[in-house]
């Protein structure tokens, strides 16, 4: 029997049935991902494996490097061959790693690849799958029709002009919803020259920026042109979740200060990004958005690499924290307090923090009509894994709850990362049926059809509430 086969990570009975009854065919609302629109727009054509697989993949970078394979075959120029068949030499060593079955399941779902992939027969496998991609002319938009997806929302900088997601909505032939989502990460990397480039960039798009209020306001005013593009969701990548208590005035002085190239203390970048969230979150709240916010990585750790390569390139990790409980809560209670607490979605990266953020969640569930307004995001990362989604449905079921799920989450720029969904329907099917199997959960098929088909897809389509009522499961 193949590695990848109807059984594969189903391991009882009951989740059997639950995949084949429920989760089987139910289609992809992929809420959050890092897709490029212009690949989506241009429906862009792929020949080669390589180009399709590894290319910014950090996750199997990470894998190369630790067989000690040379940076030349990993992010350099080397032939594309030569690239496949180094990865299959690391990926046959990479039994345990997550990596091994999301490559192997890749591998079956979009080219019908059953065999195992080694160093011994990546030259073969490599031929036969790029004669695949030529064959059946396989583009961005074929894999994602292929992968059942209704809707992405695509994670775009507030000085976008978002040209591709109007040349994408023109093609009628092309069904799957793309709506932008706001990223303002600059905005909150006050004391950086990241921070100074951003407001120079902000202001040429909207208004001179001589003040705290003006960078606000235009930060508003992109708010506003993301709305009329379709965007209705926000993401805010923060190593760590900070509150400090602030006044306007201090807030005037830092921004100040950050313009001038002044120093701006640790204290004063909490007091800021405390101050940022909290505006961000009035408008938010104000046109119906969700606000995202993914927490705890630390990231370009290797200097010689990150001079060598630049960012995003596979050196990055898990953060700690101090003090997450307190922060969190009064993050969330300002806004609260201020009645402007929109939809919001905590993905943190350090599963230690799953019940602080899952007991966090739960004291803020206050408003009639919206079942968990404050979720509890998925295993993304380094939690995307059997374990991590384990982890995180645990703390979830424990803390709040888990019918209300709005499940996976792509969270990838690779157009075949849509197995992931495969792998967590299949670990939630397993995670279920056990608890089933135990009488820990009624065997009762009206519930655990609503249960498995909510976190598969419905939950999200209801929350969000992004495109039309046909779509829906």
Not at 113 to 123: F, G, I, P, Q, S
Not at 346 to 373: C, H, M, R
Request: glycine share 6%; net charge negative; aromatic share 12%.
């Amino acid at each position: 029997m193949a590695f990848i086969n109807e059984t594969f990570m189903l391991h009882n009975d009951k989740a059997v049935q639950l995949y084949e009854d429920y989760a089987k065919d139910m289609p992809i609302y992929d809420y959050h991902c890092h897709l490029d629109p212009k690949q989506i727009s241009e429906d862009h054509h792929f020949d080669n494996i390589t180009d399709l697989w590894l290319s910014g993949d950090h996750y199997k970078w990470r894998v190369m490097r630790a067989q000690g394979i040379e940076e030349h075959y990993i992010t350099g120029d080397a032939d594309k061959k030569e690239k496949f068949v180094k990865w299959a030499q690391a990926l046959q060593n990479a039994v345990g790693n997550p990596v091994y079955h999301w490559s192997q399941l890749e591998l079956a779902m979009y080219f019908g690849v059953y065999d195992l992939l080694t160093e011994d027969n990546a030259e073969e496998i490599y031929e036969r799958v790029n004669q695949y991609l030529k064959d059946n002319h396989v583009t961005t938009q074929s894999l994602i029709k292929e992968s059942k997806v209704n809707l992405i929302c695509t994670t775009d900088n507030p000085t976008d002009d978002l040209h591709y997601h109007d040349e994408i909505k023109a093609q009628s032939d092309f069904k799957t919803a793309v709506l932008p989502a706001f990223r303002p990460d600059a905005a909150f990397k006050i004391g950086s020259q990241d921070f100074i480039d951003f407001v120079e960039k902000l202001a040429e798009i909207t208004q001179p920026i001589q003040s705290v209020e003006s960078f606000i306001d235009s930060l508003k005013q992109r708010i506003d042109y993301f709305h009329g593009k379709g965007g209705r969701l926000a993401d805010h990548g923060l190593e760590r979740i900070d509150y400090e208590d602030f006044t306007s005035e201090e807030i005037t002085d830092i921004f100040r200060k950050a313009l001038s190239k002044e120093t701006v203390s640790d204290f004063e970048k909490a007091q800021f990004i405390t101050f940022v969230l909290n505006e961000l979150s009035k408008a938010y709240a104000d046109k119906g958005w969700t606000m995202q916010i993914h927490f705890g990585a630390i990231r370009n750790n290797n200097t010689r690499a990150f001079e060598k390569l630049g960012p995003d390139t596979g050196f990055d990790s898990i953060n700690d924290q101090t003090n997450l409980a307190y922060n969190l809560n009064h993050l969330l209670d300002m806004m609260e307090r201020e009645d402007h607490l929109p939809k919001t979605i905590l993905y943190n990266l350090n599963p230690n923090y799953n019940d602080v953020v899952g007991s966090t969640i739960a004291n803020f569930q206050t408003e009639p009509g919206i079942a968990s307004k404050i979720q509890h995001g998925a295993g993304w990362w380094f939690n995307d894994t059997k374990r991590g989604m384990l982890r995180q449905m645990s703390s979830l079921a424990d803390q709040g709850m888990l019918m209300h799920f709005v499940g996976m989450l792509t969270d990838s720029r690779s157009f075949i990362s849509y197995a992931r969904h495969e792998y967590f329907r299949r670990i939630l099917c397993t995670y279920i049926g056990e608890m089933v199997e135990n009488g820990e959960i009624p065997d009762e098929p009206a519930l655990l059809e609503k249960l498995i088909k909510g976190i598969c897809y419905n939950n999200a389509y209801h929350y969000f509430g992004l495109i039309k009522e046909e779509n829906n499961q």
